[in-house]
């Protein structure tokens, strides 16, 4: 069965400070990470995928990368800004998206 | 272009009754999936269809979880009776064609059961 751990599990850093989020599963097998943030009382909404084959992929000031063989990804924001504050949660999909607990993270101006 | 719609936002019920939550995916979406999301944890998938049909739905507790996918647009989850641990908030996705291309979530309804 499919673990995913997501550490820290919870982040406040000055606004304009570059950060990390990790994400870990335990089965390699994957076909897909997905990258998600959540806003308090919203749904999930999409940030990255990367496809098995991939090592990273971009987007803005994210940057999302995979190592499937250590069963790691990480999210890499840029110069956080306030509006970043939400919970991020990664999803590794197998046989189906089995996603961790989330890092909330707090950007504070 | 719409994103994923559920109705009701909000719910608040007593422990036995029922309740139903409904969702319209985004249009051209073969693969809806309704998850639970308890508080202060990632969502967990409940049922998954591939048009009309439940390809995956090992994780709903079917004795008194049941959903449908009429024609294979929208669907509907119902919970009877509800139980206290049934609090949550029940989201609803839905994706190209497979399980393997990107999810897109509505913005979930918040049952409480009283």
């Known amino acids: 069965k499919q673990e995913v751990t997501q550490i820290p599990a919870a982040l406040s850093v000055p606004e304009g400070e570059n950060l990390v989020l990790n994400c870990s599963f335990t089965d390699s097998a994957i076909y897909n990470l997905q990258w998600f943030r959540q806003d308090p009382g919203k749904g999930l909404t999409s940030l990255l995928l990367?496809?098995?084959?991939?090592r990273e992929q971009t987007s803005g000031r994210l940057n999302a990368s995979l190592d499937k063989s250590s069963g790691r990804s990480t999210l890499y924001i840029a110069a956080s800004q306030p509006g970043d504050s939400a919970t991020y949660l990664c999803g590794a999909s197998g046989s189906r998206l089995t996603f961790g607990e989330g890092t909330q993270l707090t950007v504070n101006p | 272009e719409a994103g994923v719609v559920q109705s009701p936002r909000y719910k608040i019920i007593e422990k036995k009754q029922p309740v139903a939550f409904w969702c319209n995916p985004i249009?051209?979406?073969?693969?809806l999936y309704w998850y639970r999301q308890n508080l202060g944890q990632g969502p967990e998938l409940l049922i998954r269809?591939?048009?009309?049909?439940?390809?995956?739905d090992s994780q709903l507790p079917k004795d008194r979880f049941s959903a449908e996918r009429l024609k294979g647009v929208d669907s509907t989850l119902k919970i009877q009776p509800a139980e206290l641990g049934d609090s949550a908030v029940y989201l609803c996705?839905?994706?190209?064609?497979?399980?393997?291309?990107?999810?897109?979530f509505g913005p979930g309804t918040r049952l409480t059961v009283t």
């Open positions: 996705a839905s994706s190209f064609q497979t399980l393997y291309d990107e999810q897109y």
């Open positions: 269809y591939e048009n009309e049909e439940a390809v995956d």
């Open positions: 990367i496809q098995s084959s991939q």
């Open positions: 249009s051209g979406h073969n693969t």
